[in-house]
């Protein structure tokens, strides 16, 4: 069954963005935590996938979707702690983020984001996993950099762009991409010890290619 994260409607989304922008500052902080650390832990992924090429190739959105999210911030600069660099190799666009159900990353611009990071050590998207057909998924050239997504329906103060369980899965059983953050939380939430694990665990979950 999908779960109900994946069929929330535009308005929730949209009022929830509202109250986030009547908030206090340290109100708004507090609710911004969970993004940064999906930031954080995202580059902690990206980095043990890309292993000695310390070249990080990014697919963001364009300016219609507004400037980087705080997820994309917090990335950034957890991975320049770590001596890695992030680059920009695609900004996509997404379509109109208030029709949720045409919106995503297009088969074209995946495929051109791919082509571009080829000496990449991995591909992070910020912008959900690409609208792959099987056709599309056929034309995937048979080597090419680690590719993991955050596929949850919100960036922080922005709007993401989930991902269709079953569309997840195929991806990942294909081995078009390594990894999908989603929204739900871990079912090792408990086992965290760390503030900023635990607070992931609490909120996210990671999906990765089966063994």
Not at 86 to 99: F, I, T
Request: hydrophobic share 45%; net charge neutral.
């Amino acid at each position: 069954m999908t779960s109900l994260y994946y069929l929330r409607p535009a308005w929730v989304l949209a009022v929830s963005l509202v109250a986030l922008v009547a908030c206090r500052p340290n109100e708004t902080k507090t609710l911004l935590e969970p993004s940064q650390t999906l930031g954080v832990v995202m580059a902690e992924e990206a980095i043990h996938a890309a292993g000695a090429n310390k070249k990080i190739a990014v697919i963001s959105h364009d300016d219609a979707w507004g400037p980087p999210s705080t997820v994309e911030q917090a990335f950034d600069t957890a991975i320049q702690k770590q001596g890695f660099s992030a680059s920009v190799v695609k900004s996509a666009n997404l379509g109109d983020p208030m029709r949720r159900h045409q919106i995503g990353l297009q088969p074209d611009d995946f495929f051109e984001a791919v082509q571009k990071a080829a000496d990449a050590g991995a591909i992070v998207s910020f912008v959900g996993a690409p609208l792959l057909t099987p056709g599309d998924i056929a034309r995937m050239p048979s080597s090419h950099p680690p590719i993991l997504i955050i596929a949850t329906t919100a960036m922080g103060a922005q709007l993401g762009v989930p991902g269709n369980p079953e569309r997840l899965a195929s991806l990942l059983d294909a081995k078009v991409i390594q990894a999908a953050i989603v929204n739900g939380a871990s079912a090792a939430a408990s086992d965290k010890t760390d503030a900023t694990h635990r607070l992931f665990a609490q909120n996210y979950s990671i999906l990765r290619q089966p063994r």
